[in-house]
């Protein structure tokens, strides 16, 4: 295995346990009870996976880097939220609203990129706009507004 490829593997295993941390969080936040250790695990998790997917080689700028870049933001403000979420329901707000993005974003990409490295879903849509990828992405965003319209509804609720 080239470095390269070492490098490209180990982005893609932190960007699965976001994935996986985010949907334990929100499981969490939607039985109104929300573990430390899973924040921190998606919040490091996010972090590196930006941090790492800002040292592939540059090639200019592309839709992957002005989504990393949005996502940093959104980062800076969701740990800063998750720090101070005890504080108001503004901030527990933000957090959830954040995470969600963060969560939303690379569920995105991870069906983006799925179907153009999985050779079976590769064939199904070889250029990336055909009806497969664009329900895919319909039904994310439609989970994602019922997901955060029902953490919203709980952010009162929530115990850490």
């Known amino acids: 295995m080239t470095g390269l490829a070492a490098f490209t593997l180990f982005h893609v295993l932190l960007t699965l346990v976001q994935i996986v941390a ?27 996976n930006l941090i790492t997917g800002f040292l592939f080689p540059f090639h200019g700028v592309t839709p992957a880097i002005v ?23 503004l901030w527990s707000a933000v957090f959830i609203f954040g995470a969600l ?14 179907f153009q490295k999985v050779p079976a879903l590769n064939a199904l849509a070889p250029t990336g706009g055909e009806p497969a990828v664009v329900v895919s992405q ?19 609720e929530v115990a850490v």
């Open 22 to 48: 985010g949907i334990a969080l929100f499981s969490q936040v939607l039985n109104r009870r929300i573990s430390k250790s899973t924040v921190t695990i998606f919040l490091v998790a996010t972090a590196g």
């Open 67 to 89: 989504i990393g870049i949005l996502n940093m933001v959104i980062l800076i403000a969701t740990a800063a939220a998750w720090l101070r979420h005890s504080a108001s329901r």
């Open 101 to 114: 993005l963060l969560l939303y974003f690379d569920c995105l990409v991870l069906i983006v990129q799925s």
């Open 138 to 156: 319909v039904v994310l965003l439609a989970v994602a507004l019922f997901l955060g319209y029902q953490c919203f509804r709980r952010v009162r």
